[in-house]
C-alpha cells in the first residue's frame, strides 16, 4: 500500500530564509507526485506535479521540488520565503490506475518577520 | 472556469438534525472526491466517484453518512442524523481521467451543537 511521510509538522523561518519540506512516500511502482498548498480557511490549491520527465519540477510561487526515485523522496524548497507563504503544505501521492491520491499529514510553515 | 463550488460555506445546525452539503465540480471533470478535515484526524478521503458511479467508500466513517451524484454536475453527501463530532470541514475535489492532480473546492464548515 502506498504511504506518504512529512516527518515535520511545522516548520519556522524567518523571512527571506530559504525552506525545505520534506516528503517520503512508499510504493513499489510508478507514482506520481504532487504538492498541495492550503491557506488559512480555504481549500487545497495545487503547487506543483510531477507525472514524469524533469526531476527538477518548478510550480507557482517561486517554489520547486525535486523528484529522487532511489530515496522515494519529493521534497519542496523555496529560495527565499515570504511572510505569505505562511501557510499549510501537504504533500501527495498517486499512481495511474485511479485518480485516488494519498495526502500526507501536512507541515506547517510558519514565516517569522 | 468557476472551480469547484461548494455550498453552503457554512452551516450550523443541533445535533439529531439532517445536514446536506452540495458540490458541482470542473465541468468535464470524471472523477469526484469527498473529504474531511480536522485538527485530530488531518485530511480524510470519504468517498470518490468515477463518471456518477461510486468506485470507493471505504473512508465513510458510518451509516449516516451517505453521498450520491445523480449527473456529472452535482454531488450531495448527506449525514443523518449529525452528531457533534461530525464538526470538521468538508471539501470537494475533482479531477480529469488521466490528469490525475485534483482541485478543491473551499470547503463547507459544519458545527454540529
Known amino acids: 500500500a502506498q504511504s506518504v511521510t512529512q516527518l515535520d509538522s511545522q516548520v519556522p523561518v524567518f523571512e527571506e530564509a530559504p525552506v525545505e519540506l520534506r516528503c517520503n512516500y512508499s510504493s513499489s511502482v510508478s507514482v506520481y507526485l504532487f504538492w498541495y498548498v492550503q491557506y488559512p480557511n480555504q481549500g487545497l490549491q495545487l503547487l506543483l506535479k510531477?507525472?514524469?520527465?524533469?526531476?527538477l519540477v518548478k510550480g507557482i510561487n517561486g517554489f520547486e521540488a525535486e523528484f529522487n526515485k532511489s530515496q522515494t523522496s519529493f521534497h519542496l524548497r523555496k529560495p527565499s520565503v515570504h511572510i505569505s507563504d505562511t501557510a499549510e503544505y501537504f504533500c501527495?501521492?498517486?499512481?495511474?490506475?485511479?485518480?485516488?491520491?494519498?495526502f500526507g499529514t501536512g507541515t506547517l510553515l510558519a514565516v517569522q518577520p | 472556469d468557476a472551480g469547484v463550488i461548494q455550498s453552503p460555506r457554512h452551516e450550523v445546525t443541533e445535533m439529531g438534525q439532517e445536514v446536506t452539503l452540495r458540490c458541482k465540480p470542473i465541468?468535464?471533470?470524471?472523477?469526484l472526491f469527498w473529504y474531511r478535515q480536522t485538527m485530530m484526524r488531518g485530511l480524510e478521503l470519504l468517498i470518490y466517484?468515477?463518471?456518477?458511479?461510486?468506485?470507493?467508500d471505504s473512508g465513510m466513517p458510518e451509516d449516516r453518512f451517505s453521498a450520491k451524484m445523480p449527473n456529472a454536475s452535482f454531488s450531495t453527501l448527506k449525514i443523518q442524523p449529525s452528531e457533534p463530532r461530525d464538526s470538521a470541514v468538508y471539501f470537494c475535489?475533482?479531477?480529469?481521467?488521466?490528469?490525475?492532480?485534483?482541485?478543491f473546492g473551499p470547503g463547507t464548515r459544519l458545527t454540529v451543537t
Open positions: 475535489a475533482s479531477s480529469k481521467q488521466g490528469a490525475y492532480e485534483q482541485y
Open positions: 510531477y507525472l514524469s520527465g524533469s526531476t
Open positions: 501527495a501521492v498517486g499512481r495511474g490506475a485511479t485518480n485516488k491520491l494519498i
Open positions: 466517484f468515477n463518471n456518477n458511479v461510486p468506485i470507493d
Open positions: 465541468s468535464g471533470h470524471d472523477y
